[in-house]
């Protein structure tokens, strides 16, 4: 189960902190996800983490981290730092078992929360 939470209005500039619980799975050798979606848009990758490995899109490299709690290491977390009015979406993270030296594919990716609603004011 992968439970967000941390979402909300914020105005542009702002930062929000997203979590990610997930419990009931073995995460050692996982890749777990950050994505969004976009009011009429596709759900696009913006941050994966597989161990020590990172890897965040280029539109938000600059702005977003994903890390993992180091006291809990079941929690994901997605600072956001400078949002602006285009993060606007929900946002989901998400497990994978398939290896890759990259994020994989949405498809690759089994397990999903049930998102958390950002919402970037101009």
């Known amino acids: 189960q992968l439970v967000e939470s941390g979402g909300g209005l914020v105005r542009t500039g702002g930062s929000l902190r997203l979590s990610c619980v997930i419990s009931?799975?073995?995460?050692?050798?996982?890749?777990i996800g950050w994505f969004r979606q976009a009011p009429g848009k596709e759900r696009e990758r913006l941050s994966c983490?597989?161990?020590?490995?990172?890897?965040n899109a280029d539109s938000v490299k600059d702005r977003f981290a994903i890390a993992r709690d180091m006291t809990n290491f079941s929690v994901i977390y997605l600072q956001m730092n400078d949002l602006k009015p285009e993060d606007t979406g929900v946002y989901y993270c998400?497990?994978?078992?398939?290896?890759?030296?990259?994020?994989?594919?949405?498809?690759?990716?089994?397990?999903w929360g049930q998102g958390t609603q950002v919402t970037v004011s101009s």
């Open positions: 998400a497990t994978s078992d398939f290896v890759s030296d990259t994020c994989p594919p949405l498809a690759y990716f089994g397990s």
């Open positions: 983490m597989r161990g020590a490995k990172i890897f």
């Open positions: 009931g799975y073995t995460l050692d050798y996982s890749t």
